[in-house]
Structures are given as C-alpha cells and as structure tokens.
C-alpha cells in the first residue's frame, strides 16, 4: 500500500478510513497480538479524526498516518 500510489488515490478519493497492516512476515499469533495492542489507537483515531485517511501498522503497533 505504501507504494501503490493508485490503489491509495482511489482508498482517499472513496472517502475511506483504513488500517493497513504493514508486518508482512508476521505469524498469525504475532498479527494477533499486534492487532490487539493497536485497538484503543484506532478507536481514538477513528473517533477523533473524519476520513478519509490511511494509517498502517507495523509491528510496533502504533497507527502511522500515511501521507
């Protein structure tokens, strides 16, 4: 996602607000834990933010907003 500049284009232009996962390597347990550690981020972004917007999360588990 973070490359595909079409595929976001028509993301924002939709009016969307996305979570992209960016851990691309990560076991099922991992992305699991990852998820669940990123929830009150998301929460607070999708409640305090209007779309459209793209975040991605990576193994740290904090929302990134991409530009």
């Known amino acids: 996602m973070r490359f595909r500049t079409i595929e976001r284009r028509a993301l924002i ?29 998301m929460k ?4 305090t933010r209007p779309g459209p917007f793209i975040y991605h999360i990576g193994r740290s588990g904090k929302p990134i907003k991409m530009d």
């Open 44 to 47: 607070r972004i999708i409640a």
């Open 13 to 41: 232009e939709s009016r969307v607000r996305a979570f992209v996962f960016t851990a691309g390597n990560a076991t099922r347990e991992e992305t699991a834990a990852i998820v669940a550690g990123a929830l009150e981020h």
